[in-house]
């Protein structure tokens, strides 16, 4: 669009939604002493009419409604703002469309003049780290900010990833699988785990404005924990705070966890509303406050939800601090429970692809579970990290209740460990036989009964030992009885396929 | 009962009552200048004792609140009453039980004198027609009008249905299915799809007001969204506005949809809860305001639910219209994603029986995906709603979004229905070696499997591409993982059994 | 810890939190005229700072803000204390910690000194007896005060639980399976049940305070309804009344029921979900009162929970009660829908342990549904309950719909029972064959199928149908689809294990 013809549009923009946007100034008069800068003015004056929804959605949250001025005031405790200090361009209006969007355009290759503002589509960890450093760097060395890497450039879960998404062809009553599309991966595995977003150029999209010229971006949108963005960073934090409400609410309440960390390979959510923490969490935290920072136990809330013990600030009600904040999300955590094939050691590094076990793959256990314990945190890390936890539930439990029940924890890590081990050996056996092809691990029938085993049963069983109370997913639903059942399935398949196999080999007449 | 009874009766009712229904004169006084009328304080009188909760529900309700009279004194929009006129005798009352129990008495196979009153046992939409014509007549040409004949009076799901429902024995070993009850039927199937109600004449109930006559309906109770009424009407209103609140707010949310658009076969809901946009829902809808009318997309919610996106009466926070009301379920919807072999562009029709495929049958594809072209809406229909969707969305998302976004569910249907397609050929093969019986397609274990892969699996892919964000139900849950497994089991499953048949047969020396 | 110790560890703890303490006793003066025992104060002072978020639980609940005295003074019908009187020493304080902790000290085995307090560890139905015996006396009555001998203790039972939490090793290709270890059946069906709590002595826990002597108990923590407690008794009231707000509100709310009563072998509460009346819960219960006591139909709630119809005392607007209120849950029932081979009328007996079939089995039913009758209710006992379900009912539904609803509900147990009568049928085929051995009937792959059959699909149709209006459980999940489905894979395994057992015996050739 030429200068003119822009300047044009504006003009006649800008005059439609005057009377209308008189009532947006009004909504933000309650918030006294708070300018709302020029370019952002500019932003809601169009974008109230064309994306009303993101200009409402802004103006309920905290970043319209205080300034990081405001904020250095709070004490150290009660700040939402990590940075020791911030440009001071940004200290004295709220944090509205260009002070996020405009940021570092020179780094993103998504940034593009939009009718006379130079706008990154994406903000990324990069540009919130202005205000929120330390969370952001937590982040980074996490597990979830290399959740990419970690699944895609792991050869063996690659191959997992194309054994389950490639297309398959029946070709002269043969099953013959492609490789998944980019954009079937994209709303599957990395729907989580994030995609990695491309610029390809310019192209020019028709809206209600008229035809306007925007970044050509690939893999978009996708809001993916582990996103890789324009700018070369990774991660993306509207994965939990999501859209322009920034909200801690909402990342403090179970539902949004619970958008991955479900059923049935990370039934996380699932369990938890089935525990008693989450039944009197259903129960009864209308009536709690998911807001306040930092977060009192017993009086912001009576039961914990996924944030409590992960990841949030929390003091007890005078004041001493019980956990500190951390966005690193592992980083409480001593084992590992889910996604492997055995449980193990948290990694020490969030980066899991630097993992190199006794047979030379990039996975924490061997096939029989021996652990790599090099690239995994040592006893006394784990000691350290189980005593943070319990002090968390030191808050409403007795440290007798406690021990007892990381006791059953323990306990139960071995047996489903053992159960998964039962599950290797008949697969071995399976291969061994001929009945399945060992070239690839995750591709036939009888293959898919294992990945159960570890992926579905005994991740369902440690989470709900975990986070007692959820005996359902113990027992029949994903459980022991999964668990058992499934090695009587596993025996039957490879007997009568032997059996089969020899028949037509005439092996058995050998056999006898 | 004789005349001279029911008087005594009524009389001793009347007196008991008295003291009590003073409260309710009480409550209902709130409303100022609203006077029930004098047949529906007779109803009260009663069953505020007998039934007192349908009374309680109905005083919340708008129609206890407001008069026909005051709600056509509102703005176009505002209106929830959609008649240009309706009949003076409706006008200055609240719309209570009579006048609605009492409506059309002629054309009721189901009204009686109950207690001198004529009454209806069922209100269907030719009585809420008074004052809703624009929403009977949008609804009445919809599928879940013709959700009854769409099921029952097409011979290939009416064969798949009675293969569920139907009763099995063992004879001699061997499994004989007999057709299924009635009452079976109604609670499966029909619970959802609807009954249709016939009246056999009176019989007697005994009640705590002694022994009463009252019409013997069959197939009843039941609310399924295409009921087919004593007044030879189709659908239930009450599906959605259930019970006697006839609450806007229940049927905004998403739990109303979600009764029968569930898991595993429509998992609309389960994949709703699972995506952003019910994450925010299930977070934050407390805030939020579900009886406006309009409803102002930013300032009424800030997340979609079902009713968002598919039937509600949508305004910016300007008071431009976003979207018309419809209550014609999927005319916002250019593609058919579930519950058929293969998806398709949404049928003409809201009567499905009277599609012809190239094979003759009444399925809106052939057995190998080729669509029943004549019978479904044409690109440009397609593009025109489509269109409209987009709208929606962008009330919060720019325009590249959301062509990011159906790009890759476009890409969805194309492979899901390739997967089903990879099946279908191999329940051909399964025919054609004789393992299988085609005469039903539907009743044997590896038919089921077949039916899996579309009715449960690729339904759910599309789903969840459609509702972006459960990566769930594209991935482990229903998703990519048993689509690619159950191909697998398919083809063991057609191994195995063509082994043991050539086998038995002695046809493997024959083949070697 | 010697006295000396001790005392001076009191000392500095009781100035450490005599500043907080203050604000605590601000927010219990808002109990105008409550004083807290000295006892409680003291234990008070220290666990606001070691267990805050305990004394805040506590400081919600109604035993924090009444007393006995004046919970003495309300109506009958009002009251939640159902002792005519209590001793003296009780009746003028909030009941604290001290109260219920230090109640019947002689007979608690878990009973210790705790910084100079006779405090006992658990707190059980018989402590709660002083206030509330008549809740107590109808559970200990029910079946869930046995919940741990009708499973344990019943040997055919026990071995379908061996046969699903046993530990399996795979040694020389064969599955041996080891009974379960006590935490592996402490946390799948004991988390329901409940554990027998043993106390083997004391033991040294070290703490924030320092190291303590605490009693070592067992199988500890658990709070399975069914528990058996340090003192003899059975039953754990926090299994519905959590922790130490006592709430009578979390117990009426459905998510409280849905930790135990859950798909895939009782699903109570996902059926209650689905269901209208849960539809209408989900949308609409935060505007009810769900700490009314008594409970008013139509006024506190406009659909039912879990309690409504199961346990809470119900009256209608004008004051007449519909329902008592019982701890008995099955004490409103009158046919047994879930759990065993086939469903039966209830038993006489919380004690199932007792019954005797005509096979000599403690069984309900014969293994081919004959039931035993002399340990069941009878016809007019049965009768009778059925008429108090339906005045529960017909507190919103009219007399004809009830009646409709329950005869749909008898038609559903004949026939699920049947399509289990066929299951039995086929296994026994499979045994009488030798492809599996009826020594245990519960291990074997073909005999998981069988017992999914009663426990996972007849179950959840009979469930659906009770509470009319989920569709889902009746037909695709978990219902008639997979009933059907799961006869038709009995056959399927039979069919080629049996031939296959020919081949290698050579029976084939000799059958020709």
Same mark, same amino acid.
């Given at each position: 669009?030429?200068p003119c013809?822009r300047f044009i549009l ?6 439609? %939604?005057?009377?209308f946007?008189?009532?947006y100034?009004f909504?933000? @008069?309650?918030n006294?002493g708070?300018n709302i ?13 064309y994306?009303?929804g993101?200009v409402?959605? $802004?103006?309920t !949250? ?6 990081p001025e405001?904020?250095f005031k709070l004490?150290?405790?009660q700040?939402?703002i !990590? ?7 940004l ?6 469309c ?9 780094a993103?290759?998504d940034n593009?003049d939009?009718?006379?503002f130079?706008?990154?589509?994406v903000v ?7 205000c929120?450093?330390v969370?952001v ?5 996490s597990?979830?900010a290399?959740?990419?890497r970690?699944?895609m450039?792991n050869?063996?879960?690659h191959?997992?990833v194309?054994s389950i *998404? ?5 070709e002269?009553?043969?099953? /013959?699988? *492609?490789?998944? +599309?980019?954009?079937?991966l994209?709303?599957t595995c990395?729907?989580?785990h ?15 404005l008229?035809?306007i010229?925007v970044?050509?971006?690939?893999? #978009? ?5 582990g996103?890789?963005?324009p700018? =070369?960073?990774?991660?993306?934090c509207?994965?939990?705070h ?7 609410e ?6 949004t966890?619970?958008?991955c ?8 959510y699932? %369990?938890y509303?089935e525990?008693?923490h ?5 129960s009864?935290h209308r009536e $709690?406050?998911?807001?306040?920072v930092p #977060?009192?136990?017993g009086?912001d ?8 013990c992960?990841n949030s600030?929390?003091? !007890?009600?005078?004041?001493n %601090?019980i956990? @500190?904040?951390t966005?690193d999300?592992?980083?409480r955590l001593?084992?590992?429970l889910?996604?492997?094939?055995? +449980?193990?050691?948290?990694?020490k590094s969030?980066?899991?692809?630097i993992?190199k076990?006794a047979e ?19 006893k006394?890390?784990q000691?350290?990290?189980?005593? =943070?936890m ?19 924890l323990? +306990?139960?890590i ?12 008949l ?11 060992r070239?690839n691990?995750f ?7 294992w990945i ?6 005994s991740? !369902?069983?440690?989470y709900?030992?975990?986070m ?14 999964e668990?058992? *059942?499934n090695?009587?399935r596993?025996?039957?398949? /490879?007997? /009568?396929?032997y ?7 005439g092996?058995?007449k050998r056999?006898k």
């Amino acid at each position: 669009m030429d200068p003119c013809k822009r300047f044009i549009l504006l003009i006649t923009v800008f005059f439609t %939604v005057a009377l209308f946007w008189s009532g947006y100034l009004f909504a933000i @008069e309650e918030n006294k002493g708070i300018n709302i800068s020029a370019e952002t003015q500019a932003c809601i004056a169009c974008h109230s009419t064309y994306t009303p929804g993101i200009v409402e959605d $802004w103006l309920t !949250s905290r970043h319209a409604k205080t300034t990081p001025e405001q904020a250095f005031k709070l004490p150290i405790l009660q700040r939402r703002i !990590s940075a020791e200090d911030i440009p001071d361009n940004l200290k004295k209006n709220p944090i509205g469309c260009y002070e996020c969007h405009g940021l570092n355009p020179q780094a993103h290759k998504d940034n593009f003049d939009h009718f006379g503002f130079r706008i990154n589509v994406v903000v990324s960890p990069n540009d919130c780290k202005t205000c929120h450093p330390v969370e952001v760097s937590q982040f980074s060395g996490s597990k979830k900010a290399y959740a990419i890497r970690n699944l895609m450039d792991n050869p063996v879960y690659h191959t997992l990833v194309d054994s389950i *998404d490639g297309i398959t062809r029946v070709e002269k009553g043969k099953l /013959i699988q *492609d490789k998944p +599309s980019d954009k079937t991966l994209h709303e599957t595995c990395l729907g989580c785990h994030g995609t990695k977003i491309g610029v390809k150029g310019m192209k020019k999209v028709s809206t209600e404005l008229g035809e306007i010229e925007v970044p050509a971006l690939t893999n #978009w949108p996708n809001q993916g924990v582990g996103r890789e963005n324009p700018d =070369g960073s990774r991660g993306a934090c509207t994965a939990c705070h999501p859209r322009h409400s920034f909200s801690i609410e909402i990342a403090r309440k179970p539902y949004t966890c619970g958008q991955c960390h479900l059923e049935p390979d990370v039934p996380a959510y699932n %369990v938890y509303k089935e525990s008693k923490h989450g039944n009197i969490y259903e129960s009864k935290h209308r009536e $709690w406050n998911f807001g306040n920072v930092p #977060w009192v136990v017993g009086k912001d809330f009576k039961s914990p939800t996924c944030a409590t013990c992960h990841n949030s600030l929390l003091v !007890s009600p005078d004041g001493n %601090v019980i956990a @500190e904040r951390t966005h690193d999300f592992g980083s409480r955590l001593w084992v590992r429970l889910f996604g492997l094939i055995y +449980s193990h050691p948290q990694p020490k590094s969030g980066d899991t692809t630097i993992i190199k076990n006794a047979e030379g793959l990039p996975l924490p256990t061997t096939f029989l579970g021996e652990p790599a314990s090099e690239y995994l945190i040592d006893k006394m890390e784990q000691e350290r990290r189980l005593t =943070g936890m319990k002090a968390i539930c030191n808050s409403c439990h007795s440290t007798d209740w406690i021990d007892g029940h990381f006791e059953k924890l323990s +306990s139960t890590i071995k047996e489903t460990d053992a159960m998964t081990l039962a599950a290797t050996k008949l697969i071995i056996e399976a291969w061994d036989k001929g009945i399945a092809d060992r070239t690839n691990p995750f591709d036939e029938a009888i293959e898919k009964l294992w990945i159960k085993q570890w992926l579905f049963y005994s991740n !369902s069983i440690r989470y709900a030992s975990a986070m007692t109370g959820a005996p359902d997913y113990t027992a029949f639903k994903l459980g022991w009885w999964e668990l058992s *059942d499934n090695l009587q399935r596993m025996r039957d398949m /490879i007997d /009568i396929k032997y059996d089969l196999l020899m028949d037509k080999s005439g092996g058995r007449k050998r056999l006898k």
